[in-house]
T-cell receptor
Framework: QKEVEQNSGPLSVPEGAIASLNCTYS??????FFWYRQYSGKSPELIMS????GDKEDGRFTAQLNKASQYVSLLIRDSQPSDSATYLC?????????????FGKGTKLSVKP | DTAVSQTPKYLVTQMGNDKSIKCEQN?????MYWYKQDSKKFLKIMFS???????INETVPNRFSPKSPDKAHLNLHINSLELGDSAVYFC????????????FGPGTRLLVL
């Protein structure tokens, strides 16, 4: 069974710290990886995508991908209380349409002022 | 101006009833999706339509029937509602079917009594 695993948390970090969110996936042929942020009671927002091994930076967010270890992570630098949300890792596992994503159950992040 | 809109926002109904949820996007995207998020916040794709054509149809009871009258609209009809159908249903869209869902609607909170 194709799975995406995340630590459900909550992950608590102080304001200004680096938050590190981790995700592992089961299918070696996966090619596309995404991070979504979901505030409580709201809809998911796509914040990062990554396709190649290594790091991809966008503002305070860095996505890291290691296909050999089947591991993808999201780093949030200078964490702010407004970053408090659930972060969903999503993986395209069939190599076809990226729309066919398998989601992890999410990691709840709490940034304390 | 709302990018992806859904109606109704809340839906409370009795077991056995039939209900519909409507979705519209004004982004000019070719692909639209229906996702279900259960009480444990687990997000799972149900259907995807690309330019009115069904491209993803996950294992979903045939009581659920999507309909796309044009590429800006994707409706979801549910027959003979069951208690287990209670969830939040999100509509989403992307530029085309090769891309991950980039915009989500606000969600429809369905409660079956």
């Amino acid at each position: 069974q194709k799975e995406v695993e995340q630590n459900s948390g909550p992950l608590s970090v102080p304001e200004g710290a680096i938050a590190s969110l981790n995700c592992t996936y089961s299918d070696r042929v996966s090619q596309s990886f995404f991070w979504y942020r979901q505030y409580s009671g709201k809809s998911p927002e796509l914040i990062m995508s990554i396709y190649s091994n290594g790091d991809k930076e966008d503002g305070r967010f860095t996505a890291q991908l290691n296909k050999a270890s089947q591991y993808v992570s999201l780093l949030i630098r200078d964490s702010q209380p407004s970053d408090s949300a659930t972060y969903l890792c999503a993986v395209n596992m069939d190599g076809g349409s990226q729309g066919n994503l398998i989601f992890g159950k999410g990691t709840k992040l709490s940034v304390k002022p | 101006d709302t990018a992806v809109s859904q109606t109704p926002k809340y839906l409370v109904t009795q077991m056995g009833n039939d209900k519909s949820i409507k979705c519209e996007q004004n982004l000019g995207h070719d692909t639209m999706y229906w996702y279900k998020q259960d009480s444990k916040k687990f997000l799972k794709i149900m259907f995807s339509y690309n330019n009115k054509e069904l491209i993803i149809n996950e294992t979903v009871p045939n009581r659920f029937s999507p309909k796309s009258p044009d590429k800006a609209h994707l409706n979801l009809h549910i027959n003979s509602l069951e208690l287990g159908d209670s969830a939040v249903y999100f509509c989403a869209s992307s530029q085309d079917g090769r891309l991950a869902a980039s915009y989500f609607g606000p969600g429809t909170r369905l409660l079956v009594l």
